[in-house]
C-alpha cells in the first residue's frame, strides 16, 4: 500500500522555526522526484520545493526562498521539510508528493502549520 505521511506541524510563534516530515511506503522512493506543497485557507494548493534524489538540486518558490529548506534521507525514505523565520502568511496545511514519470503521482494528508502570536 502506497503512503505519504507527513508530521511535524503545529502553532509557532512569527519568527520562529518548525521542521516537517514526511515518510514514505509502498514504493520505490528513491526514483522519485519529491515535493512538499501547501494550501491556505480558501486558497489553492501551490508548490513549495522540491528535489529530485538526496544530495541534488533544490528549488524552492520566491516567498520561501532563504527561509525554507527541503532535503531527503533515502534510506530512511523521507522528506524533510525545515522552515526558519516563519511568517503568518506561511500558515496552511502542508503536503508531501512523490512523482515519477510513467510510474505515478503520489499524495500525503496533509499536516496542520500555524503562524501566529
Known amino acids: 500500500q502506497v503512503q505519504l505521511v507527513e508530521s511535524g506541524g503545529g502553532l509557532v510563534q512569527p519568527g520562529g522555526s518548525l521542521r516537517l516530515s514526511c515518510v514514505a511506503s509502498?514504493?520505490?522512493?528513491?526514483?522519485?522526484?519529491t515535493y512538499w506543497y501547501r494550501q491556505a485557507p480558501g486558497g489553492e494548493r501551490e508548490w513549495v520545493a522540491f528535489i529530485r534524489r538526496a544530495g541534488g538540486d533544490t528549488y524552492y518558490t520566491d516567498s520561501v526562498k532563504g527561509r525554507f529548506t527541503i532535503s531527503r534521507d533515502d534510506a530512511k525514505r523521507t522528506i524533510y521539510l525545515q522552515m526558519n523565520n516563519l511568517k503568518p502568511e506561511d500558515s496552511a496545511v502542508y503536503y508531501c508528493?512523490?512523482?515519477?514519470?510513467?510510474?505515478?503521482?503520489?499524495w500525503g494528508q496533509g499536516t496542520q502549520v500555524t503562524v501566529s502570536s
Open positions: 508528493r512523490a512523482d515519477k514519470l510513467g510510474e505515478g503521482t503520489y
Open positions: 509502498g514504493f520505490a522512493f528513491s526514483g522519485f522526484t
